[in-house]
C-alpha cells in the first residue's frame, strides 16, 4: 500500500470505544519555529473501553519499614516466635497478602511474615 491509499481511508471504530483528544504540535521539517510555538492541532485518539474500564485500583502495604509491629505465627511453625518485630523492607505480594522482611533485636536472622500475621504495636 503506498500512502494515498491509507490516507484516504475512514478510521474503523471498534464498538463501546471511547475517544480522547490531545494538543499535538506541527513542526514543518527544514523550517524554522515560530516565535509563538507553532500551530496547535488535535488529533483524535480512540481507546477501547474494555482497556480503560479494567484498571485494577491497587492497594497500599498496611505496615512501614521502621514500623514496630507484632507478630503471630501460625501454630504449624515455630509457636514461640511471635513477639514484637521492626519491619525492614516491604516484598511482594505472594497472592492475595502483602508480605514483609521483619527482625526481631534478640534474633541474628530476619523472618518474612504476611500482612495478615501482622498488628500494630500499641
Given at each position: 500500500m503506498n500512502k494515498r491509499s491509507v490516507k484516504g481511508r475512514a478510521v474503523r471504530e471498534p464498538a463501546g470505544a471511547?475517544?480522547?483528544?490531545?494538543?499535538v504540535s506541527r513542526r514543518t521539517p527544514g523550517k524554522a519555529e515560530p516565535k509563538n510555538g507553532g500551530a496547535i492541532a488535535a488529533i483524535t485518539v480512540t481507546v477501547p473501553s474494555q482497556i480503560a474500564v479494567r484498571t485494577p485500583l491497587l492497594r497500599a502495604?498496611?505496615?512501614r519499614v521502621g514500623q514496630t509491629v507484632l507478630y503471630t505465627s501460625s501454630p504449624i511453625s515455630r509457636p514461640g516466635a511471635s513477639g514484637t518485630y521492626k519491619v525492614v523492607k516491604l516484598l511482594p505480594s505472594d497472592g492475595d497478602d502483602y508480605q514483609y522482611r521483619i527482625k526481631n533485636p534478640g534474633e541474628a536472622f530476619e523472618?518474612?511474615?504476611k500482612e495478615s500475621q501482622l498488628e500494630h504495636d500499641h
Open positions: 471511547r475517544v480522547r483528544k490531545a494538543a502495604h498496611k505496615f523472618r518474612v511474615a
